[in-house]
């Protein structure tokens, strides 16, 4: 079985701030990805970022920035340069390798709320 | 635009009747997946199909049904409505590579269903 788990339920940003959102992970699969989705107030769920397991790199795409530590089975999402736009919910979520389906398993998600 | 489409956005209907949701995957995408999200249960995933075949059940209500068709686009359907069925659904669709963990799955805006 998999879980994630985020321990920030609501977190504040100033404007052009840096944040880190927290995730957890437990998996008994050898390999599988880690992904981050935001779901602004009209609901759409927007992938952001992913990192696979055996990615010797830290994944980045523009502002965001996954901090992949394995041996603490974290994941991090970093995102810089804070701005408006930003404040919405961020969910972590992953995926193993096991038999034929390979569905995502979510955490809790955070409210991220980004402030002049 | 993440390239998989939902229809309807937005659905009120009362106790006891039933509903079809509609999902059309992103081009050339043959996993499909259904989601439900609910204030106090968070993102639940209900049924994965492949190429129309089911892959994988979660925490799917007998009450509720889905089929993935020919032309890969696919329909949950949900009878005996409850109160506690109003959530938002969501239908997510990723690349033909079923055990390839590392592709990402792309959501759709999601149909808001209320049960009245």
């Known amino acids: 079985a998999q879980k994630i788990t985020q321990t920030q339920p609501g977190m504040f940003v100033q404007e052009k701030e840096a944040v880190t959102l927290d995730c957890t992970y437990d998996?008994?699969?050898?390999?599988?990805?880690l992904f981050w989705y935001k779901q602004p107030s009209s609901g759409e769920m927007i992938f952001l970022i992913y990192?696979?397991?055996?990615?010797?790199q830290n994944a980045t795409e523009g502002r965001y920035s996954l901090n992949f530590q394995k041996a603490r089975k974290s994941a991090n999402l970093v995102i810089s340069a804070s701005q408006l736009g930003d404040s919405a919910m961020y969910f972590c979520?992953?995926?193993?390798?096991?038999?034929?389906?390979?569905?995502?398993?979510f955490g809790t998600g955070t409210r991220l709320q980004v402030t002049l | 635009d993440s390239g998989v489409t939902q229809t309807p956005k937005h659905l009120i209907t009362a106790t006891g009747q039933r509903v079809t949701l509609r999902c059309s995957p992103r081009?050339?995408?043959?996993?499909v997946y259904w989601y439900q999200q609910s204030l106090d249960q968070g993102l639940q995933f209900l049924i994965q199909?492949?190429?129309?075949?089911?892959?994988a059940k979660g925490n799917i209500l007998e009450r509720f049904s889905a089929q993935q068709f020919p032309d890969l686009h696919s329909e949950l359907n949900l009878s005996s409505l409850e109160l506690g069925d109003s959530a938002l659904y969501f239908c997510?669709?990723?690349?033909?590579?079923?055990?390839?963990?590392?592709?990402?799955?792309?959501f759709g805006q999601g149909t808001r269903l209320t049960v009245v």
């Open positions: 997510a669709s990723s690349p033909r590579l079923l055990k390839d963990f590392n592709t990402e799955a792309f």
């Open positions: 998996t008994s699969d050898p390999s599988y990805g």
């Open positions: 081009s050339g995408d043959l996993s």
């Open positions: 199909y492949y190429n129309g075949e089911e892959r």
């Open positions: 979520a992953m995926r193993g390798n096991t038999g034929t389906a390979s569905k995502l398993t």
């Open positions: 990192q696979g397991s055996y990615d010797q």
